[in-house]
């Protein structure tokens, strides 16, 4: 692809930003919250979970955001230095809390989570925070789209966009949709669209560009489209993710690749989506072809929902490199195309 370059001998190769919390995995199966007594406690959020997966596979990974001022968030705190991740530039908050996330596993096909997202400290994070010298020292900064949900997290992320296009800073967007954090699907267009114009590589179910495209292009479903739309703009690879069917990689300099998908004993599937993005952004910063770099996203997604927890399942390279040498990876036909 084209205009896609990773500056050298840099201090971090990847931060992210957003949403972090506490995940609390149910551990008994086949039966509804209601009915769950014992729960594993993890940290959560997609950008939490996708830096301790960038971290596990060699990465050098920090972390810009805000965790609460008590006992969850030294946990946080101290589950990120344990996992090797640079925690400078996260902040403690006295005035708000971590969020909280419950799940259930009634199958592998029907797991739900209740989110607890009042008052929480990762929406806190202010503009003033935002140090241009450590995005100026990593490259990639990795953005989640719930970050963008309210303010002052939405003028913090955009500040920390600009930087990083300032100092040649690649900027990743996970779309990371969830409908409890937005007040409109009007406000959830209007700020996709702002940060995915700014945004290097795009990645995101075909249901999630569907929330970007919501006042422009609603009946879209050609994810072609999709990714000619952005790489218009400024986007120098899209990624559209369709579940068990595979994914779809598109660059700006008109190529197309079609991912498939390696097979896996579902336990949930919580965790993948970010684990796929560790994986995808490790193997292209490592300068691996986009065939390669889709392989080692579904590889990695694969051992994830395979697990209990999201966080504690991210794999290592030695882990996907073993799972993609003893399975077969399924290519699907090329029908995600109007």
């Known amino acids: 692809m084209k205009n896609l370059e990773f500056k050298e001998d840099e201090i971090l190769d990847i931060i992210g930003m957003g949403r972090i919390g506490v995940d609390l995995n149910a551990n008994e199966v086949n039966r509804p919250l209601k009915e769950t007594m014992t729960f594993t406690k993890s940290v959560g959020g997609s950008p939490a979970n996708l830096a301790v997966g960038a971290a596990r596979l060699g990465l050098k990974t920090g972390f810009i955001g805000r965790v609460s001022d008590d006992q969850h968030g030294e946990y946080i705190l101290n589950y990120f230095k344990d996992n090797n991740i640079d925690i400078s530039n996260i902040k403690k908050d006295n005035t708000s809390v971590n969020g909280l996330a419950f799940t259930e596993i009634r199958d592998p096909s029907n797991c739900d989570i209740i989110m607890y997202r009042d008052n929480v400290a990762d929406l806190k994070i202010d503009p003033k925070e935002i140090n241009e010298e450590y995005i100026k020292n990593s490259n990639v900064l990795l953005i989640s789209g719930t970050a963008l949900s309210k303010s002052p997290s939405r003028e913090a992320v955009l500040l920390a966009v600009e930087y990083a296009r300032k100092n040649n800073t690649v900027v990743a967007f996970d779309i990371d949709y969830r409908p409890y954090s937005w007040v409109s699907k ?3 267009a209007i700020y996709y669209n702002i940060l995915a114009e700014k945004s290097d590589i795009i990645i995101g179910t075909r249901e999630e560009f569907n929330k970007i495209e919501y006042l422009l292009m609603p009946e879209n479903n050609d994810d072609s489209v999709t990714a000619q739309k952005w790489i218009n703009k400024n986007a120098k690879i899209v990624v559209v993710k369709h579940g ?4 779809i990689a598109y ?12 097979p896996a004993e579902v336990v949930n599937t919580f965790g993948a989506g970010d684990s796929y993005a560790a994986a995808f952004l490790y193997s292209l910063i490592k300068g691996n072809s986009l065939d390669e770099c889709l392989k080692y996203g579904s590889a990695a997604a694969a051992i994830v929902i395979s697990k209990h ?7 290592t390279v030695v882990e996907i490199k073993e799972y993609i040498k003893n399975h077969s990876i399924k290519v699907m036909s090329d029908n995600n195309e109007q």
């Open 251 to 262: 660059t700006n300099d008109g190529e197309k690749f079609i991912g498939g998908i390696y």
């Open 309 to 315: 927890t999201c966080s504690e399942a991210m794999p």
């Open 186 to 188: 009007e406000e959830t």
């Open 244 to 247: 068990e069917d595979g994914s």
